[in-house]
């Protein structure tokens, strides 16, 4: 069957280490895979489109890494701050990625201490 | 803040009820995509509107219902409530072009409460 996985415990790290998290799928080929932040009862915020013919996509402190044969994506936050404390998703456009539909993740959740 | 507008913002049905839950989409965006997220789950696609036409269905029953307005604004109509339903639901909009939708922009979401 088809699975898009991410750690569903919580991650907790000291504020200006380096956050790293993990999205795992099965059964999928997808076009694209996207990163979004979600805050307590806010809608998920868009952080990061990475293609399947890219390996790496940087902006700012994140970086987003694209594994299509490990069919997994890598998705850091160097120097992390407690402001990055919240859950973030991933979410993958099966197929060509024309019908708009995105499977999503359950999240992780990222705790950073001061 | 992504200038997509959901309405309300929090409402309390009984089963067996009907819901209607409106979304003005960001000003550009010629797509809107319905979503819902469960409690401690990620966002589940409903369904996708484009042009005012469906364009792709997740596996929701059809007492799912939707549409998409001239002006690009949607509403998701749902009939016969049922306690499973209840869920943050979250309206997002997107500019569609060649090689996908793309990044979509999320509204704060209506929160769903079914006694």
């Known amino acids: 069957s088809q699975k898009i996985e991410q750690n569903s415990e919580a991650l907790n790290i000291q504020e200006g280490k380096t956050a790293t998290l993990t999205c795992n799928y099965t059964?999928?080929?997808?076009?694209?895979l996207q990163w979004y932040r979600q805050d307590p009862g806010r809608g998920p915020v868009f952080l990061l489109l990475?293609?399947?013919?890219?390996k790496e996509k940087r902006k700012e402190r994140l970086k987003v890494t694209f594994d299509t044969t490990l069919k997994q994506s890598l998705f850091h936050i160097t120097a992390s701050q407690p402001a990055d404390s919240a859950t973030y998703l991933c979410?993958?456009?099966?197929?060509?990625?024309?019908?708009?539909?995105?499977?999503f993740g359950q999240g992780t959740t990222l705790q950073v201490k001061p | 803040e992504t200038g997509v507008t959901q309405s309300p913002t929090h409402l309390i049905k009984t089963r067996g009820q009907q819901v209607t839950l409106r979304c003005s989409s960001q000003?550009?965006?010629?797509?809107v995509s319905w979503y819902q997220q469960a409690l401690g789950q990620g966002p589940q696609f409903i369904f996708q509107?484009?042009?005012?036409?469906?364009?792709g269905r997740g596996n929701f029953p059809p007492r799912f219902s939707g549409l998409q307005f001239p002006n690009y604004s949607s509403e998701l109509d749902v009939n016969a409530l049922e306690l499973d339903d209840s869920a943050l639901y979250l309206c997002?909009?997107?500019?569609?072009?060649?090689?996908?939708?793309?990044?979509?922009?999320f509204g704060e979401g209506s929160r769903l409460t079914v006694l």
């Open positions: 990475i293609r399947e013919n890219e």
């Open positions: 997002a909009s997107s500019l569609r072009r060649q090689g996908g939708t793309g990044e979509l922009f």
């Open positions: 979410a993958l456009a099966p197929g060509s990625g024309n019908t708009g539909k995105l499977i």
């Open positions: 000003s550009g965006h010629n797509t």
């Open positions: 509107y484009y042009r005012e036409e469906e364009n």
């Open positions: 059964n999928y080929s997808p076009a694209y």
